[in-house]
Structure formats: structure tokens, C-alpha cells
């Protein structure tokens, strides 16, 4: 049985590539440009490009399990070919954005929400995974920390409750090989909620020196958020940060809550990603 893996090049999808290999599984690694994935040796590297329709065909011949980085290009024709190859269940990586109120007009949420709707409208069996913030999101403050630069932030104080990336991926290695969790929705954090503050205090703490954070105007945010995303983009996520000032992160599924066994902290991910911050 072959599990088909899109995303391949991201951190969760690597991560469960080789969980799957690992164990045994026989997997396929799927993207725009397969010459340069980085898997495993005996991991098929295979080109699927979502706006292609001919690069499907071959992507799935023989696939029963996929699992889906959320792209909405081309995925009402990818859904099509998948059911016709016979794929028996598919393992969505979608957002908790989707959530939202007002999801389908959000620029964070509607990507996702689109691959979910698909997949809903199919006959495909399917699962989706809704995780909020990444730990790995902190990656963001690299550049400054690594300056011996203050973080600015308009929303320092802003909770949110991040999980780590080899929680999501353990998940949906559960998901994909097992029955009990699957069709169904999950919305995926970490096992506590934190302000930014607390993290990069924890960051700190990770380093063995102080950092400091530095309040900044929602205008002078826009403008440095603005150099690397979208404006709609920067918008929503200041919005998002705006709203979680009013308190705690309410703590949702983990891996605690689903596998039964404890969940990574950002302490933990702070702790295993210390060099990335240290000289940038």
C-alpha cells in the first residue's frame, strides 16, 4: 500500500515521510520540482504540480493513502484522478484559521478551507488536520535575535497555544496507518497557552541571555510584515493577534489528548532549535 505525500519539502511532511519509511510503509514523495526533495533513500520523489492535471496520473498510480498540503490550485482535478486511481482515504494538513467566522473571506483561512470543501464534496474518505500556530513559526525572530536586536512586536502579549511541528507529523502518521482516528476533524495545538513574551522568554532561557521585546505601532507592523506577505495577509494576521490580547489560548487536541502520549512543549522546541537563532 502506497502512501502519497504532497508537501514533501515542508517540515511536516518530511517528518512523515520518514516516520512512514521508517516503520516500514512504502511511500512516494510528491512535487513541483522532484530533483530537488531531499528523502530517504528507497522514497519514490515524484512530480505533481497542482495547476498539471497530466503530472497526476503517475503521482497516484497505485496509491491507496494520501496525505495533503492544503493548495488549492487544481484540486477539484486533483480529487477527480484521485478517486479514479483508487486512493482510500486522505489525510488533509489544513488550519484551525478555518474556524474563523468570517473564514471564506479570509486570506489565512480560505486557502485551506477550499481543499476542505473539496475534499467534503468528494467521495473520498478524509481527514482533517487543523493545527494553529507552529513553535517553528519563532523562526521569525531569528534574524533579530541572532543581532543582539530587540523583537518588535505590535501584540506582545498576544496568546496563542503553538504546537510543535513532530507533534502534528506523529498524528498524522496515527491518522494515516490506523483506523480510530480517522474521518473526522481536529483542531491540533500545543499543550499550553503562551504569550509571545513567554516564548521568547523561553527562547532566552533556551540561549542563556536576556532578550528583549519591544512594542511597536500596528502601522510600523504593517510595514515590516508587509516586506514578506501580502497586505490582505498582514492584515488578518494583526487582526488575529489583536483579538487573542483579550486572554489565554483555549488548548485543543495534542498528542496527549489523541495518542495518549505527552505533548512537546515550546520549551522543548525552544530547547532543540537554540543554534538556529544564535548567529544570523
Do not use: C
Not at 478517486?83 to 489525510?91: K, P
Not at 474518505?125 to 543582539?148: D, E, K, M, V, Y
Not at 504569550?195 to 532578550?211: C, K, N, S, W, Y
Amino acid at each position: 500500500m502506497t502512501t502519497l505525500i504532497t508537501g514533501a519539502r515542508g517540515q511536516v511532511g518530511q517528518a512523515v515521510i520518514a516516520r512512514l519509511h521508517t516503520a516500514g510503509h512504502t511511500v512516494r514523495a510528491a512535487s513541483a520540482r522532484p530533483a530537488e526533495l531531499t528523502v530517504p533513500a528507497g522514497v519514490e520523489a515524484v512530480e505533481l504540480v497542482l495547476d498539471r492535471p497530466e503530472t497526476f496520473t503517475a503521482a497516484l498510480q497505485g496509491v491507496r493513502r494520501v496525505f495533503l498540503y492544503p493548495e488549492p490550485a487544481g484540486i477539484h482535478d486533483l480529487v477527480k484522478a484521485a478517486e479514479a486511481a483508487g486512493v482510500e482515504h486522505v489525510v488533509l494538513l489544513s488550519s484551525s484559521s478555518v474556524l474563523g467566522a468570517d473564514a471564506e473571506n479570509d486570506p489565512l483561512a480560505s486557502h485551506s478551507l477550499r481543499v476542505e470543501r473539496a475534499l467534503a464534496d468528494s467521495g473520498l474518505a478524509h481527514t482533517f488536520l487543523r493545527p494553529g500556530a507552529f513553535a517553528s513559526n519563532s523562526f521569525g525572530w531569528a534574524h533579530a535575535i541572532g543581532r543582539s536586536l530587540p523583537i518588535q512586536l505590535a501584540h506582545p502579549d498576544a496568546h496563542i497555544a503553538p504546537i510543535h511541528p513532530e507533534d502534528i507529523a506523529d498524528i498524522a502518521v496515527e491518522v494515516l496507518t490506523g483506523t480510530a482516528l480517522q474521518e473526522r476533524a481536529y483542531t491540533l495545538t500545543g499543550p499550553e497557552s503562551l504569550t509571545f513574551r513567554e516564548q521568547i522568554a523561553q527562547l532566552a532561557d533556551a540561549l542563556g541571555r536576556d532578550l528583549t521585546v519591544e512594542r511597536i505601532s500596528r502601522a510600523e507592523a504593517e510595514r515590516q510584515l508587509g516586506a514578506h506577505l501580502p497586505a490582505p495577509m498582514v492584515r488578518s494576521l494583526l487582526d488575529l493577534w489583536a483579538a487573542a490580547d483579550r486572554g489565554p489560548a483555549t488548548v485543543h487536541d495534542t498528542t496527549h489528548t489523541l495518542l495518549g502520549r505527552p505533548a512537546r512543549t515550546f520549551r522543548q522546541w525552544a530547547g532543540e532549535n537554540a543554534a538556529a537563532f544564535t548567529a544570523h
